[in-house]
């Protein structure tokens, strides 16, 4: 339920509270409205004449922190209802006495004062404090009250489900903060790992993923390469096409490369246009290949009808990981690969020289 509320609600942060808290309380207050509303007959019947026209006065406020909710009003409605439960439970136990269980409200009351977030925190606590005094000084004076209505025999009954309707905002308020707290968690550590543009990971957690990918490639003894990959001209692009369509093509060219590769491989933006890719399970000879299909698929990308005549290539330098080597000599050797397609024109894969058999006789495959 909890987890359903909050996938209705597409805001973030406090605003995520305060849309799932509006979802929450209007529900509850047509709950109360309606109980209220047949407790009038109940008190009636039992000869609580008092109670029945107290509940009259609670229907109408319940009534009234509705409207106030659909107009958008619901913190006022809260405290109309927080000084409805206050009044009401405090009139109850005078008359039915403590067996009833209507005290129990207040502790309710104070939980969710201290979730309205237009209160201060100070003002919020100092609020709950004093329900909790209330709740407490209801035991005070009146303690000696007796129940003197019909059905006295339904009191305990009338306890148990005053005390499990009082205790279940707490246990689901607490339940909704928990969800929250858990789902904002996840969603921070994954905008502080994410180019907020590409959506890759940034180059600060990617290193952490690589040196975890590099330890299993060992231990597994599993071939691992190190892809650093360039949009040529990218600057052209920006110049004559706009920042705008150099972000999009940004964009663009990484989402196909998330398409492409494995799940177990890593996509970063490494700097502005330029990428690393850690393939894993994969040796030089089949990265060579694999680079190649997505080097041809970028080249067809951008066939845009806006700007027909855009181009967009990419070049590629690809080292196969030594297991003993560091990340900063394979980044290294990546780099230097890169830079040779770079030199060799452009739109070309290069696998840095002499990593891997297939490739011995070569200094750069293009
Ligand atoms: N639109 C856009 N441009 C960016 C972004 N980050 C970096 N750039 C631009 O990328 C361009 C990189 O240009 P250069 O480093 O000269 O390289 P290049 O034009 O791609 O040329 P080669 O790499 O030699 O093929 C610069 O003009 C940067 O302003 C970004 O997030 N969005």
Redesign the pocket.
């Known amino acids: 339920m909890i987890k359903h509320l909050l996938k209705q609600s597409k805001q973030s942060g406090l605003e995520e509270i305060e849309h799932v808290k509006f979802l929450i309380i209007s529900k509850i207050a047509y709950f109360a409205l309606i109980v209220h509303a047949l407790l009038i007959p109940a008190f009636a019947h039992i000869g609580a004449n008092m109670l029945a026209l107290v509940n009259i006065l609670s229907v109408f406020a319940w009534a009234s922190g509705i409207f106030l909710i659909k107009q958008g009003l619901t913190s006022l409605a809260l405290r109309v209802f927080c000084l409805e439960v206050i009044i009401h439970a405090v009139i109850v136990c005078a008359t039915l006495g403590l067996g009833a269980g209507f005290q129990f409200y207040l502790w309710t009351v104070s939980c969710i004062l201290m979730i309205d977030y237009q209160l201060t925190f100070k003002r919020a606590a100092f609020y709950s404090l004093v329900m909790i005094a209330t709740f407490a000084l209801l035991y005070v004076f009146f303690a000696d009250v007796k129940y003197s209505f019909a059905y006295p025999e339904l009191l305990p009954h009338v306890n148990v489900i005053n005390i499990i309707i009082a205790g279940l905002p707490m246990v689901y308020g607490m339940g909704l903060i928990r969800e929250i707290t858990l789902s904002q968690r996840v969603e921070l550590t994954d905008m502080a790992a994410r180019d907020p543009?590409t959506k890759l990971y940034n180059r600060r957690f990617a290193k952490k993923l690589i040196t975890a990918a590099h330890q299993k490639s060992i231990e597994l003894e599993s071939s691992l390469c190190i892809v650093m990959a360039?949009?040529?001209?990218?600057?052209?692009?920006?110049?004559n096409y706009g920042?705008?369509?150099?972000?999009t093509?940004?964009i663009n060219v990484a989402r196909l490369i998330r398409q492409f590769i494995d799940d177990d491989d890593i996509a970063v933006r490494w700097?502005?246009?330029e990428f690393l890719i850690l393939l894993t399970n994969t040796d030089a000879k089949q990265a060579f290949a694999k680079i190649e299909t997505l080097r041809l698929k970028i080249a067809e990308l951008e066939a845009h009808h806006e700007f027909p005549d855009l181009n967009v290539t990419m070049?590629f330098g690809l080292i196969e990981w030594q297991p003993l080597a560091s990340i900063e000599k394979m980044l290294q050797h990546a780099d230097e690969a890169l830079y040779k397609s770079?030199h060799a024109g452009?739109n070309q894969t290069t696998v840095a020289k002499g990593q891997h058999p297939a490739f011995k006789d070569a200094d750069a495959v293009n």
């Open positions: 543009l360039d949009i040529d001209k990218f600057k052209n692009i920006n110049d920042h705008e369509k150099g972000d093509v940004l700097g502005g246009e070049s770079k452009r």
